[in-house]
C-alpha cells in the first residue's frame, strides 16, 4: 500500500504554461514537504506544512503556490512555467516536525520538463 | 560555500568492498545527522539517523559523526550489488534538512 503519492509521475509542458502536482499520503503524518530535486541530484525543501499550515517558506518564486487541502493532501501549483523549472519534485511527509524531522518519506517524484 | 558538502563521486567497488562515504558541514546548530539511500528514478528513502556524535551500526551499516570536526561517514561492510545507489548525507538543526548532494555508489559483481 502507497505511504506518499504523487500525481503526474512525469509532466512535460510548455513554458507559459499552468501546472499543478498533487500529493497524498496515507501514514497520519501531520507534516508535508515540496523539495526540488535538480539535475545534478541536489535536493533543497521548497515549502512545508505542519496540519495545513505552512511553517517553511524557502526562496521560491511566488509562482510556485503550495496549498494543503488537509493535512493528508499537499498540492502544488506553478504558474508561468519556465525552463529552469524543469526538475524532479518531491513530496515528502513526517510525522514529527522541525529539526526531528528526521524520518521523511518521500514519493516516487514527478518529473517535469519545460519546453 | 554550501552548508554541506558531499562528493559526489560516483564510486565504483567491486563486490565485497568496504565502502566509506563523508559529508562535512559548516553549521555548528546541526544535531541530527541522517542517510538517505535513493535508487534510480525513486524517491529517497531514510537508511540511518544519529543524534549528536558517535556511532550508529545497523548490519552492514555504520554512521558515524564527528561534530567536532564537522565530519560524518557512511560505512558500508560487504557491500553488495543492491548498494547501487545514491547516498545522500542530511542533517537538521532545528527546523528543516539539509541534504548534501548525495554520491553515486556503483558495486559491480
Known amino acids: 500500500d502507497t505511504a506518499v503519492s504523487q500525481t503526474p509521475k512525469y509532466l512535460v509542458t510548455q513554458m507559459g504554461n499552468d501546472k499543478s502536482i498533487k500529493c497524498e499520503q496515507n501514514l497520519g503524518h501531520d507534516t508535508m514537504y515540496w523539495y526540488k530535486q535538480d539535475s545534478k541530484k541536489f535536493l533543497k525543501i521548497m515549502f512545508s506544512y505542519n496540519n495545513k499550515e505552512l511553517i517553511i517558506n524557502e526562496t521560491v518564486p511566488n509562482r510556485f503556490s503550495p496549498k494543503s487541502p488537509d493535512k493528508a493532501h499537499l498540492n502544488l501549483h506553478i504558474n508561468s512555467l519556465e525552463l529552469g523549472d524543469s526538475a524532479v519534485y518531491f513530496c515528502?511527509?513526517?510525522?514529527?516536525?522541525?529539526?526531528?524531522?528526521?524520518?521523511?518519506?518521500f514519493g516516487p517524484g514527478t518529473r517535469l520538463t519545460v519546453t | 560555500q554550501k552548508e554541506v558538502e558531499q562528493d559526489p563521486g560516483p564510486l565504483s567497488v567491486p563486490e565485497g568492498a568496504i565502502v566509506s562515504l563523508n559529508c562535512t558541514y559548516s553549521?555548528?546548530?546541526?544535531?541530527?545527522f541522517m542517510w538517505y539511500r535513493q535508487y534510480s528514478r525513486k524517491g529517497p528513502e531514510l537508511l540511518m539517523y544519529t543524534y549528536s556524535s558517535g556511532n550508529k551500526e545497523d548490519g552492514r551499516f555504520t554512521a558515524q559523526v564527528d561534530k567536532s570536526s564537522k565530519y560524518i561517514s557512511l560505512f558500508i561492510r560487504d557491500s553488495q550489488p543492491s548498494d547501487s545507489a545514491t547516498y545522500l548525507c542530511?542533517?537538521?538543526?532545528?527546523?528543516?534538512?539539509?541534504f548534501g548532494t548525495g554520491t553515486r555508489l556503483q558495486v559491480f559483481p
Open positions: 553549521n555548528s546548530a546541526f544535531q541530527y
Open positions: 515528502a511527509s513526517s510525522g514529527l516536525a522541525g529539526g526531528r524531522s528526521y524520518e521523511q518519506y
Open positions: 542530511a542533517m537538521s538543526g532545528t527546523d528543516k534538512l539539509i
